[in-house]
């Protein structure tokens, strides 16, 4: 996140004039080229890009997704009107061509109740698009937002491998939702994943041995809800 503001501020830096691709690896920095759509005063700025690079942008327009940042309120501007949500999901379908929209939570501000509002406006409006959520779990609302979302007809999630992860830039803010905490959750309430739950708990615990200090996912400190012989009795769930 911190190399992403860097690249924001580069591109605010080069304004609407001069091309910035010539300063890129356009293999290796496509997503900042294809997916900086930057907002300035209100208005949608798109990376300017030389023209040898236009087909490789094409490509990865049309199978790209972009992500909008604060979608469920912002610290800074407090609440996000649902119009402006729709407003820039419209014009990332309509005007950048973009089928692939992630609604975040970048600090951890959104509720059950306002995810199914945002949710259900957007798909209303936009029906082309599939949407993604990402949730923080700064208010300990993380997974109670994806059942909403769930409910609303979402089914892609982002997860962060032991609960780790923030924003450095926004008061306050913890990791992202726990993988092995979504993945549980998902799968003992009927929603299969096809993640290798055990292998995804044991990874979280070697990280948190990497890391070397305590990390918030909760279910790679637990285990499973069932286990052993007592799962194989009452059947899979857990």
């Known amino acids: 996140e911190r190399r992403l503001a ?19 690896d356009p293999h290796r920095d496509v997503a900042t080229l294809v997916g900086l759509l930057v907002v300035e005063e209100g208005t949608l700025l798109v990376v300017p890009v030389q023209q040898e690079h236009a ?29 402006a949500i729709l407003t820039w999901c419209r014009r990332l379908q309509d005007d950048a061509g973009i089928h692939s929209i992630s609604l975040c939570d970048t600090s951890g501000m959104a509720y059950p109740a306002l995810v199914k509002e945002v949710v259900g406006s957007v798909r209303a409006a936009c029906r082309g698009i599939t949407l993604a959520l990402h949730f923080h779990n700064t208010r300990g609302l993380g997974l109670a937002n994806v059942f909403a979302g769930l409910e609303s007809g979402v089914r892609r999630y982002d997860g962060a491998l032991a609960g780790i992860g ?11 939702i726990c993988t092995a905490d979504l993945v549980h959750a998902l799968e003992v309430s009927g929603y299969p994943t096809g993640v290798d739950l055990d292998a995804l708990i044991n990874t979280a615990r070697n990280l948190e041995k990497l890391l070397g200090h305590a990390t918030p996912g909760q279910v790679m400190k637990a285990g499973r809800r069932l286990s052993g012989p007592i799962a194989a009795h009452h059947g899979p769930a857990g």
Do not use: D, M, W
Not at 6 to 24: C, N, S, W
Not at 166 to 176: R, S
């Open 6 to 24: 860097a690249r924001v501020e580069a591109i605010r830096a080069h304004g609407r004039k001069q091309p910035i691709a010539g300063h890129l």
């Open 166 to 176: 923030g924003c450095p830039y926004a008061p306050g803010a913890t990791g992202n």
């Open 55 to 83: 087909g490789l942008l094409a490509g990865h327009l049309a199978s790209g997704q972009v992500t909008i940042g604060a979608s469920f309120g912002c610290p800074f501007e407090g609440e996000v009107p649902v119009a």
